[in-house]
């Protein structure tokens, strides 16, 4: 059976059908295209310097999305966080997210990637630096305002 339109014969029953079939096909595939997100923890060693730790993360980084766009075609977009540790503190050291397209156009972390500057200070690496103390300890008084029972945010 055919059906026409405006007098003219286009299409049988089962060329509708393939053409349904394709398009929900074409719809299912685009629809598992996924964004994924890694997060991983990267351990300090005895007496290791921010940077290797900093470099490790890069490493470790670059070898997942690797890993990940190669095993799982069908992950679109990936977000890599790398959760840096140091004699129990966990922090943030980088985060890349890029896509598929552009991690084959250009397999390197350094365009996607983004650091946290605070890192080596949170995880212990910096040491704040304490004040030096001069001959002459200039005092700033400081002055504490007296409170009335008559103040607004007074509570007893």
């Known amino acids: 059976m055919r059906l026409s339109l405006l007098s003219r014969n286009w299409a049988t029953y089962p060329q509708i059908l393939l053409c349904c ?3 929900f096909f074409t719809l299912a595939i685009s629809a598992r295209a996924e964004t994924r997100q890694l997060n991983l923890t990267l351990s300090s060693q005895e007496n290791q310097s921010f940077q290797t730790l900093v470099q ?3 490493a ?5 999305i690797q890993q990940t766009f190669e095993s ?3 992950v679109k977009n ?3 966080n790398i959760l840096g540790e140091h004699y129990g503190s966990l922090v943030p050291l980088l985060s890349v997210t890029v896509s598929q397209t552009n ?3 250009d397999p390197r972390i350094q365009p996607w990637v983004k650091y946290f500057s605070s890192a080596s200070h949170l995880l212990g690496f910096v040491k704040y630096s304490q004040p030096t103390s001069s001959s002459q300890s200039t005092v700033v008084p400081h002055s504490v305002p007296y409170i009335t029972e008559n103040e607004p945010n007074f509570y007893q």
Do not use: D, H, N, R
């Not at 470790?60 to 997942?64: D, V, W, Y």
């Open 78 to 80: 990936l977000s890599v």
């Open 103 to 105: 991690w084959q156009k």
């Open 60 to 64: 470790l980084a670059k070898k997942s």
């Open 21 to 23: 079939v394709t398009v």
């Open 72 to 74: 799982s075609p069908e």
């Open 56 to 58: 490790e993360a890069e």
